[in-house]
């Protein structure tokens, strides 16, 4: 169930009027698996740079709380890695709950660190600038925020109201430009 934070947990963002939780730079991160699998191969490309493992990277490790995988149904239909920085906002499952995109997730070192082993993957930080460096800056995944539009619509009291769960249609809607 998603909740809201009072305006004492919050301070403003520089970029944008949408607030951040104190506790990390934002509360919901939306990552998609054709972005991973991306990642993944050229981690693969590159494995003479890395310690000579080639390990699968994992969602979990990018610590999103939305991962959104297309369907390919057809051979024909390639992936589209990195579409969600293109998105504006996405609706999510049966309630149709909108969340609006705000930035780019900057990533640190801690994306090489194994969670459950405290392990180094260097093979991460080696890949990802070749395809994801913007303004010296190293990005992966977009940060959201349930909108303000739809906010007011979650029943607080009502068990299932507002809560999204693995396999729920997502409906991105692509910024204008």
């Known amino acids: 169930t998603l909740e809201s934070f009072s305006p004492a947990d919050r301070i403003p963002r520089q970029d944008c009027q949408k ?3 104190i506790s990390n730079e934002m509360s919901l991160l939306i990552v998609s698996r054709s972005s991973i699998n991306c990642l993944n191969e050229t981690i693969k490309a590159n494995i003479k740079h890395t310690s000579g ?6 969602a979990d490790l990018f610590k999103s709380n939305i991962v959104v995988a297309e369907r390919v149904c057809q051979s024909a239909h390639a992936e589209h890695p990195y579409a969600e920085d293109h998105w504006s906002s996405i609706r999510i499952g049966k309630d149709q709950l909108l969340f609006d995109t705000i930035d780019p997730c900057q990533r640190c070192q801690m994306l090489c660190v194994d969670q459950v082993t405290g392990a180094q993957r260097n093979e991460i930080l080696a890949a990802l ?4 460096k913007v303004n010296g800056r190293i990005q992966f995944g977009r940060y959201a925020t349930m909108s303000t539009e739809d906010g007011e619509n979650v029943e ?6 507002g809560t999204i769960m693995v396999g729920d ?8 430009n």
Not at 53 to 58: C, F, Y
Not at 129 to 132: E, M, S
Not at 156 to 161: A, D, T
Request: proline share 11%; charged share 20%.
């Open 156 to 161: 607080r009291n009502v068990p299932g109201s």
């Open 53 to 58: 493992v080639s390990k699968a990277i994992g």
């Open 169 to 176: 249609v997502v409906l991105p809607s692509n910024q204008k």
């Open 129 to 132: 600038p070749k395809i994801r």
């Open 19 to 21: 607030y951040v939780l």
